[in-house]
């Protein structure tokens, strides 16, 4: 699938790539390596209800206390107080092949920080690498900047970056989220949401990072759209969400996805639906899947636990049909994933995906896809 909203890369290899690749890539590595980590890119199709954690709120700041009158502002502890604080990092790696010769490899760190008044930035960077049959390899380094805040009940997220490119003009990237809750939210005093039904509205125009054949044309989208939670009660939740898309090329689509979920002990089970139609198929011409009519199903089920006190695991396998051009095949999906929690303030994800859910018009013949998703996280 499209991203929905989405060699190894070393000094050692620098002689393969580029001087523009060595140089960015330098720089990164001295930034992040000096703080010991690297960041992980949403999956495809995977807009799953356990990914998307609502959370609650940071407290809102303690009132600032009268100073003693014997201490001045200049010297008092409220007047060397930071603006803010680095609160974590987080990196996410994800590499994606498929049996037709392409190949994405996503490495983007992101470091978040609190400001006094409760209110988050966010900094995202990164290398990023496609690769594909026919067309010279394209490198990626981008560069967010974002914040995220609450006006009432309505939580708000921003951003806005550039992209640049080896051998590509740079570009503009922004996005927006205002997510509000709809009716009363109730959660456990354990921190487990009990219920809750959370509206969410999304803005995003970047470059459409699907291959680098996509990128080579500079292919562009506005994509926008609603996304729904429902915790229907403390074992089942629904998520539902519909995204519009208008690109530079003269094309435009209408996705939707849809998944019932219901935990039992340990074990889940849910289905899941998805459709996806272009107004015109530019496949050939700019180089994206672009189907008319396109439509997946499936069941899922799978099982996530605690293996040891410091390793957890998630085993998931989605059995069901695809619909392409009015031809059904099967549409299977095996994961794996895996949460080691190397000290209190650091832990990181393991985990790989098998596919077989087209990502383009091959014909008659097979496809399938493989990825290797990794995050590693740092709290301060």
């Not at 067309?135 to 805040?149: A, D, E, R």
């Not at 069941?299 to 293996?307: N, R, S, T």
Request: hydrophobic residues 35%; charged residues 20%; aromatic residues 12%.
């Amino acid at each position: 699938m499209a991203s929905y909203f989405r060699p190894d890369l070393s000094i050692a290899h620098c002689n393969f790539h580029n001087n523009f690749i060595c140089i960015h890539l330098r720089l990164l590595l001295a930034v992040v390596g000096s703080i010991s980590i690297l960041t992980l890119s949403e999956t495809k199709l995977m807009a799953a209800p356990e990914n998307f954690n609502p959370g609650l709120q940071p407290p809102p700041p303690k009132p600032k206390l009268k100073p003693p009158e014997n201490t001045t502002p200049s010297t008092s502890s409220e007047a060397l107080k930071p603006l803010g604080v680095l609160e974590n990092i987080q990196t996410d790696f994800r590499n994606e092949t498929d049996n037709f010769g392409q190949r994405n490899l996503f490495i983007e760190p992101t470091a978040q920080f609190r400001l006094n008044n409760g209110n988050k930035i966010k900094f995202k960077t990164g290398v990023n690498y496609f690769d594909q049959r026919s067309v010279k390899p394209i490198t990626n380094i981008p560069f967010q900047l974002g914040w995220q805040g609450k006006i009432g009940e309505v939580t708000l997220q921003t951003a806005a970056g550039i992209d640049i490119f080896d051998r590509l003009t740079p570009a503009i990237n922004f996005n927006a989220k205002a997510e509000t809750p709809i009716t009363r939210t109730k959660v456990s005093p354990s921190g487990k949401l009990l219920s809750a039904v959370i509206l969410s509205a999304n803005l995003e125009q970047a470059p459409y990072k699907f291959n680098a054949r996509t990128l080579e044309n500079q292919i562009t989208a506005w994509r926008y759209g609603p996304d729904l939670y429902w915790q229907i009660d403390r074992n089942t939740s629904l998520f539902s969400s519909l995204r519009l898309g208008n690109y530079n090329d003269g094309n435009s689509e209408v996705q939707s996805f849809s998944r019932l979920e219901r935990k039992i002990g340990q074990f889940f089970v849910a289905t899941n639906l998805f459709t996806w139609n272009y107004a015109d198929n530019f496949e050939r011409k700019s180089g994206y899947f672009s189907p008319q009519d396109f439509l997946v199903y499936n069941a899922e089920a799978g099982w996530e636990g605690d293996v040891t006190k410091f390793l957890r695991c998630r085993l998931a396998a989605n059995l069901g049909r695809q619909r392409l051009k009015g031809e059904f095949d099967n549409a299977n999906t095996y994961q794996a994933r895996c949460t080691v929690k190397l000290s209190p303030n650091i832990e990181t994800d393991l985990g790989y995906n098998f596919s077989n859910v087209r990502n383009q018009d091959t014909g008659t013949s097979a496809y399938n896809s493989n990825s290797i998703t990794g995050q590693l996280r740092v709290k301060f």
